[in-house]
């Protein structure tokens, strides 16, 4: 399997190519600046560390030449200034139907899991202020993917912690998790996600995620 990471050098994109390589796949990491993955705890003659700008066409379209699977983890400011979340997952988007690749799982955020009344959890009264700007890039990437033909993931976690997996945490289909404790290790997502793209699961779906 080839898989290609986009946020490559974030808390949780990092893990995600080590862990890939780990069990043997190819990845091309993708970002302005990979440099920092090629070390020698990670070269690996199957890493191509691509250098490059996500709002050009052609480096993002060299990027996934090879990719079975793409892996978005991109990361971005909180207020809602950023538009990394949501015009880049339009520029993947775009280049994936251009060369026919249909697998992508992508990090979204809590907010936009189904509420009890089947509306998102950031359209609530009561979701917290300062989630809402960061919460409604998270929507417009989301909203981008349903409108596609791709076979899409969407994982939204709350709070990411720095920290490696523990293999425990829990997952659910479009709602949060329950129990929810709101917090993920970024190794425990980047487990997540990458099972997600071994065993094809959750197509078309949102996925909550919470540490025990």
Known sequence: MHITVFGATGQVGKRIVQQALNKGFFVT???????????????????????GYLFDEKDVAKAIDKADV????????????????????????TQMQKKGKK?????GGMGVLNAEDNTLLLHAE?????????????????EMLLESNLDWTFFCPADIHDKDETGIFITSI???????????NAGDLAM?????????????????????
């Open 174 to 184: 479009n709602y949060a998790p329950d129990p929810n404790h709101f917090r993920i």
């Open 70 to 93: 793409i892996i978005s983890v991109l990361g971005g400011t909180s207020d809602g200034s950023d538009k990394t979340r949501s015009l880049g997952m339009k520029q993947i988007i």
């Open 29 to 51: 990491a993708f970002g302005r600046n990979v440099e920092s993955l090629i070390d020698q705890d990670n070269l690996n003659e199957k890493l191509t560390a691509q250098k």
């Open 103 to 107: 697998r992508i799982i992508a990090l």
């Open 192 to 212: 997540a996600m990458l099972k997600s793209a071994i065993n094809h699961e959750y197509i078309q779906q949102r996925v909550g995620i919470s540490n025990y």
């Open 126 to 142: 009561e979701y917290p202020e300062e989630y809402l700007a960061v919460g409604m890039e998270h929507l417009k990437a989301f």
